[in-house]
C-alpha cells in the first residue's frame, strides 16, 4: 500500500509560484507513474501533469503547459509540481496520484488527502 501525501500549497498572488511536493511511504514508488490532478469548487477533477516511473516521459494538460513542471527523485521518493505564472483558474484542491502509467484517472491506484491552491487575482 503505497502513501501519498502532498504539500506546498497555499495562497498566492496571480502571477507568483509554488512548489508542490508529494512524498511517498515507499520506494516502490519508483515503480509508479506519477499524476497531479486538481479540482475547483464545483467542477470535477480534471488531470493536470503526469510523469513516468523513470522520468523520461512527462505529460501536460494545455491550460498548465509552458507554466507548470512535473519532476521527480527517485532517491526522495518525492515528484514536484512547479507551477509559475499561476492565474485565478489554477485555484483548486491539488492531488497527486500513483499508478502503473501515466493514463487517465482511472489508471491510478494510490491518492494523497490533497492540498489546496489559492490564487487571488
Known amino acids: 500500500q503505497v502513501q501519498l501525501v502532498e504539500s506546498g500549497g497555499g495562497l498566492v498572488q496571480a502571477g507568483g509560484s509554488l512548489r508542490l511536493s508529494c512524498s511517498a511511504s515507499?520506494?516502490?514508488?519508483?515503480?509508479?507513474?506519477i499524476a497531479w490532478f486538481r479540482q475547483a469548487p464545483g467542477k470535477e477533477r480534471e488531470f493536470v501533469a503526469a510523469?513516468?516511473?523513470?522520468?523520461?516521459?512527462?505529460y501536460y494538460s494545455d491550460p498548465v503547459k509552458g507554466r507548470f513542471t512535473i519532476s521527480r527523485d527517485n532517491a526522495k521518493n518525492t515528484v514536484y509540481l512547479q507551477m509559475n505564472n499561476l492565474k485565478s483558474e489554477d485555484t483548486g484542491v491539488y492531488y497527486c496520484?500513483?499508478?502503473?502509467?501515466?493514463?487517465?484517472?482511472?489508471?491510478?491506484?494510490?491518492w494523497g488527502q490533497g492540498t489546496q491552491v489559492t490564487v487571488s487575482s
Open positions: 515507499e520506494r516502490t514508488v519508483s515503480n509508479y507513474a
Open positions: 496520484a500513483a499508478g502503473p502509467i501515466a493514463g487517465p484517472q482511472y489508471a491510478y491506484n494510490y
Open positions: 510523469i513516468s516511473s523513470t522520468g523520461s516521459r512527462t
